[in-house]
Every structure is written in C-alpha cells, then in structure tokens.
C-alpha cells in the first residue's frame, strides 16, 4: 500500500466543503435525524386564560391554540360555582343566590365585576366561611 495518491487527495480536498455543507444541512432539516420534540400546549382555558392540555409536537409546529377550559375551572364549575367574567377578571362564586347559574359562567362588565366583588366581601363570603375554613387537625 503506497496510500491514496496527490490527485485522490486533491479530489477529496475539492468535495470537502460541499461535504461540510451537507452534514449542515442534514442536522438542520433532521433528515435521519429528529428533530428534538417539545411539549407545546394546544388549549387556552377562556376562563382563566391558561394553557393546558399539552401535546408533543415537532419543535416549530405548534398547532394553534383551540379555545377550552381547563381541568381546574371545569372541576370548579362541576362544583356548583358560577364563573364570573369581566375583562381580565375571573372570580369562581358559591352562593344560594347564584344556585340558579351554577355551573354557568357569567360575562359582566369591570363595573359590575367591582361591584359583585365588593357585594360578595359584604354579604356573601359569611354564608361560605364555613366551608372555606381549611381542613386541619383539630387544636
Ligand atoms: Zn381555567
């Protein structure tokens, strides 16, 4: 074996950067190789505006956003609370007054969203205390 000659070497030499060019390439595009997956989530609760439900996509292939609720406000509706929604406002309320709209979820305007709140803090959240007093061992 006398090894490859000057005219091999000066070819090889001569493919080198188209070579380089396509391993480039090969990583970019992920031909044979794939592409790293992401978590990309593909609902965005209408209630509280989170993202949920999270899927393993192709990273730069998001699907868009599909409008939904999410397991935390679902389970708070199932509960009997009314959704009270104002422009970026969102308040979950229990009252006998709203058992008509439970599980229901209510648009209302800042204004009134003000004014429920403040109504709620008056007049209803005493009905509740009760119930939202946490659950501990007793002293
Ligand atoms: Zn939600």
């Known amino acids: ?3 490859p000659s ?3 070497l000066r070819h090889m030499k001569g493919m080198l950067p188209s070579f380089i060019k396509g391993i480039a390439e090969k990583v970019a595009i992920g031909r044979g190789i794939k592409a790293p997956k992401r978590l990309s989530p593909k ?3 209408t209630l509280c505006t989170k993202l949920f439900d999270k899927v393993e996509v192709d990273a730069g292939k998001e699907p868009p956003l599909e409008m939904g609720r999410c397991p935390e406000c679902e389970e708070k509706l199932k509960d009997g609370f ?3 929604v104002a422009p970026n406002k969102l308040a979950f309320v229990k009252s ?3 058992k008509d709209l439970a ?3 209510v648009q209302v305007s800042a204004e009134n969203f003000l ?5 709620y803090l008056n007049n ?3 009905e509740n205390a009760h119930a939202n007093k946490p659950a501990g061992p007793a002293r």
Not at 115 to 119: L, N, P, S, T
């Open 124 to 126: 209803w959240a005493p």
């Open 103 to 105: 599980g229901n979820t």
């Open 115 to 119: 004014r429920i709140q403040q109504e």
């Open 1 to 3: 074996m006398s090894g």
């Open 43 to 45: 609902k965005v609760c």
């Open 96 to 98: 006998e007054r709203l």
């Open 6 to 8: 000057p005219e091999f």
């Open 82 to 84: 009314v959704a009270v």
